[in-house]
């Protein structure tokens, strides 16, 4: 099969699966313009680069290590809100917040992303900005455990690092 034509139908899957996700409506007229949109989308994009096919997700050790990065993004968003309401409804409890910079593993614009986002939506720690030169993130933590970035690491982006990189993100 022709690399664009991969490209252009890569694309057009990932376009669709988020029109999905943002208009979580499934009549046919929606999903008609869906697909309409997606074609549309990729067949413009397609010239900018290579993008990552939605099939290689199938791959039994990707597929594994996505799932294990689902269970423990999972597992750090319940566990960060409920000691944030803890926090909330008990005005007694301590309160150490501040920035933090801690080194990254990742190096690829799609690992910084993945990083960025997953440990955002985790309310404890929300990236600020990055340093592409120095793989360095910024966050904003509700909670610093530590002084020292290795500690911090492990608390805040080095699990998800972690995660990703069983999967196959670099």
């Known amino acids: 099969m022709n690399a664009r034509v991969r490209r252009i139908g890569a694309l057009a899957i990932w376009v669709f699966a988020g029109w999905v996700l943002l ?5 046919w007229g929606q999903l008609l313009v869906g ?9 413009a994009c397609a010239p900018l680069g290579d993008v990552a096919e939605p099939w290689q997700i199938l791959r039994p050790r990707r597929l594994v290590g996505l799932l294990l990065l689902g269970g423990e993004a999972l597992i ?7 000691s944030l309401a803890r ?75 972690k995660r990703l990189k069983a999967a196959g993100v670099r």
């Open 35 to 43: 697909v309409v949109l997606s074609l549309g989308i990729a067949l």
């Open 23 to 27: 208009t979580w409506t499934r009549t």
């Open 87 to 161: 926090r909330i409804w008990l005005p007694s409890r301590p309160l150490r917040s501040g920035m933090i910079i801690l080194p990254t593993a990742m190096r690829s614009e799609g690992g910084l992303t993945a990083v960025g986002l997953i440990t955002s939506v985790i309310v404890d720690n929300q990236v600020i900005d990055l340093d592409l030169h120095k793989h360095e993130l910024q966050y904003h933590a509700v909670w610093i455990d530590s002084d020292t970035p290795e500690k911090n690491r492990e608390n805040v982006n080095g699990p998800i690092e």
């Open 76 to 82: 750090r968003i319940v566990r960060a809100n409920v």
